[in-house]
Structure formats: C-alpha cells, structure tokens
C-alpha cells in the first residue's frame, strides 16, 4: 500500500520550472530515500508534498486523499511532519519548550511519548532545561527530529539530517531512523550514500527536476554504474 503517490506534480519558484513532472510512490512502512546531485529538485519534492511551494498542476494523494491544493497548515493535521534542513531550532526555548511548542492544538505529548523519544535519543535526557542556543549542532539536529516525533505521525519528511555533523552523530542519527521507522513511514532526502543506503528499503534518484530512476535499495547498491552516473559515486 503506498502512504504517498504524486503524479505529473509541476512547481515553479520566483518563474523557475523546479519540478517538471514528478511522479513517485512511497510504500507505507518503509524508509524511502530521496537522492540526487545538488539542485535536482529532492527539498522541493517535500516542500511540494507540505505545501510550502505548491504545485502548479498535477496530483499528490496522502493515503488516497488529493492534497496538492491544501494550505501549508492544513497538511501536518493529515499526520505528515517535516524536519527541514538547517534543523531551526528556537535559540531562546529550551529543549522542552522546541518540543512543546510543536504539539498541534487540541494534543498533548504524553510521559509515553516522551519516554519514546529519550529512548530513540538518550542524550535528550540531560538536555530539557537547556536553552537552543547553548546546542550543539548534533544535539540541534535530534531536537530537530524530536519535534516531528511528538505528534505520533505517520509520515516523516527528513531533510539532510546528517549534513555537517561529527561521524559519531551521523552513527546515532542512524541508529535512531531504525528505530523511527519501526513506527512511521519516511521519506529521507540525504547526500551521504553511505549512510542513505545503510537504512533505506528503497530509493528514487532525481535528475533535473523529475524522478530518473527508482526501486529497492539493493538494486542500487549492487549497480555501481548507476551510482556513478547519477550521484558521482
């Protein structure tokens, strides 16, 4: 069953054409990858499916539900999160005030879920009182997730999540989307190969602006030629 479908989905920023048809499937319960060089359109492709930069034409079905013409803040209430590259962690709330912050109206985060989260990322543990500023940047990036964790959604788009952090973060980052995914589906977008296929069921690669090839994980990692022509590899 597919959590996600868009189909011949066309967006344009400032008049630039982005994506020029992207038409992709994501299986419910698997963590899918987004890759691709730089510029081919992967943070577009979610901030499409949010609504951030909305499709000029085509189709994006949540679970069979038509939502390309959706508000921006309509969508998370369907059960979709996005961690955006760059983390955007408020620098003067403290780490219990960023997770707080991000329950929807009419929720609450219960001592279950919070117990999830710690779990999924124990350091968090030590960090409740201490204010976004005086993060670091891995310890940024786990709020940046945590956040996207307490609504309980069934669908999670990730956005770089190791992008400038220390090897031993990128390992706990790992760790932690084998844990998520045991629970929701995710789209991840990432550079780091290596990483990405470690974690991933299956993959989409893009190339300018529309979906150049996809499938299950495996298929790539045993197909050198593709990595090399597609992600330099």
Not at 91 to 112: F, M, P, W
Not at 186 to 200: M, P
Request: aromatic share 6%; hydrophobic share 45%.
């Amino acid at each position: 069953m597919n959590i996600l479908e868009m189909h011949e989905v066309h967006t344009f920023i400032a008049g630039f054409h982005i994506l020029e048809g992207v038409t992709l499937t994501a299986e419910h319960g698997k963590l899918t990858i987004l890759l691709g060089r730089n510029g081919s359109g992967k943070t577009t492709t979610i901030k499409t499916i949010m609504g951030l930069t909305p499709a000029g034409s085509g189709e994006i079905l949540f679970q069979g539900k038509a939502i390309q013409k959706m508000h921006d803040f309509e969508i998370p209430w369907l059960g979709i999160s996005l961690v955006p590259e760059g983390r955007d962690v408020f620098s003067q709330l403290t780490v219990e005030e960023n997770l707080l912050i991000a329950v929807r109206k009419g929720k609450n985060i219960t001592k279950q879920r919070l117990d999830y989260i710690v779990n999924i990322f124990p350091p968090m543990k030590d960090l409740f009182k201490k204010k976004g500023r005086n993060l670091s940047g891995g310890e940024k990036q786990m709020v940046a997730v945590a956040r996207a964790l307490v609504n309980d959604d069934e669908l999670l788009l990730i956005d770089e999540p190791t992008k400038g952090l220390a090897p031993i973060m990128v390992e706990s980052m790992r760790l932690a989307l084998v844990e998520i995914k045991k629970n929701a589906t995710i789209i991840l977008v990432e550079q780091n190969f290596e990483f990405a296929s470690s974690i991933a069921d299956d993959f989409l690669i893009m190339e300018h602006g529309k979906i150049a090839c996809g499938g299950k994980i495996g298929d790539l990692i045993n197909n050198e030629e593709m990595q090399h022509r597609y992600l330099g590899v």
